[in-house]
Nanobody, 117 residues
Framework: VQLQASGGGLVQPGGSLRLSCATSGRIFSGNVIGWYRQAPGKQRELVATITSGGSTVYAGSVKDRFTISRDNAKNTVYLQMNSLKPEDTAVYLC????????????WGQGTLVTVSS
């Protein structure tokens, strides 16, 4: 697996989680990294992206609740998720985002986030 997502779990509505996406320096450096999610029975959707310079873009459904960041020293991208809702329940995955919008690598297993009381 080229990028390893971790940090998922069970959280109550309104709670918070921080996901991590770790990779090698060769992959991390200079690339746009994106967090995606796939809920049961639904298509995979892009949640947020971050460029090598730190510029970010968010899906409307998570804006103002989620924050993407990167630690260049650790070759890791984070997704801080606050005010979680049941509809945020999904497998969260990360990948390198290419200029054409496609991703660079085959998908890993991701990390499951379940928001439920």
């Amino acid at each position: 697996v080229q990028l390893q997502a971790s940090g998922g779990g069970l959280v109550q509505p309104g709670g918070s989680l921080r996901l991590s996406c770790a990779t090698s320096g060769r992959i991390f450096s200079g690339n746009v990294i994106g967090w995606y999610r796939q809920a049961p029975g639904k298509q995979r959707e892009l949640v947020a992206t971050i460029t090598s310079g730190g510029s970010t873009v968010y899906a409307g459904s998570v804006k103002d609740r989620f924050t993407i960041s990167r630690d260049n020293a650790k070759n890791t991208v984070y997704l801080q998720m606050n005010s979680l809702k049941p509809e945020d329940t999904a497998v969260y995955l990360c990948n390198v985002v290419l200029d054409n919008g496609y991703v660079r690598f085959l998908w890993g297993q991701g990390t499951l986030v379940t928001v439920s009381s």
